[in-house]
């Protein structure tokens, strides 16, 4: 079983960074897969980045490649999402999942945190 929480969502101008994290519970974070996902208003939810189990292979949606860097400190049980030069249309509802496979993928995750409002203004 692996608890994740998401902090550092906030309000944003275009254009602007913000760090996501996710700290995990449990003493066998590195053995699971890593992914950020997110939701907008009326919309389904949609893979935006994944780490390997070491953090040196990274998967990432078209939409936020050359934006945005995830990366991972398992020493500290926490996966990061680097957001830069933010857009309106990246507003949503971040969340991070765990995967059990070691083999990266976009869907098949098997536990989800609660999610951080991330809300960029034009």
């Known amino acids: 079983q692996v608890q994740l929480v998401e902090s550092g969502g906030g309000l944003v101008q275009a254009g602007g960074s913000l760090r996501l994290s996710c700290a995990a519970s449990?003493?066998?974070?590195?053995?699971?897969?890593m992914g950020w996902f997110r939701q907008a208003p009326g919309k389904e939810r949609e893979f935006v980045a994944a780490?390997?189990?070491?953090?040196?292979?990274?998967y990432y949606t078209d939409s936020v490649k050359g934006r945005f860097t995830i990366a991972r400190n398992n020493a500290k049980n926490t996966v990061y999402l680097q957001m830069n030069s933010l857009k309106p249309e990246d507003t949503a509802v971040y969340t991070c999942?765990?995967?059990?496979?070691?083999?990266?993928?976009?869907?098949?995750?098997?536990?989800w945190g609660q999610g951080t409002q991330v809300t960029v203004s034009s």
């Open positions: 999942a765990a995967r059990a496979s070691p083999v990266l993928a976009r869907a098949g995750y098997d536990y």
């Open positions: 449990g003493r066998t974070f590195s053995s699971y897969v």
């Open positions: 780490i390997s189990l070491s953090g040196s292979t990274t």
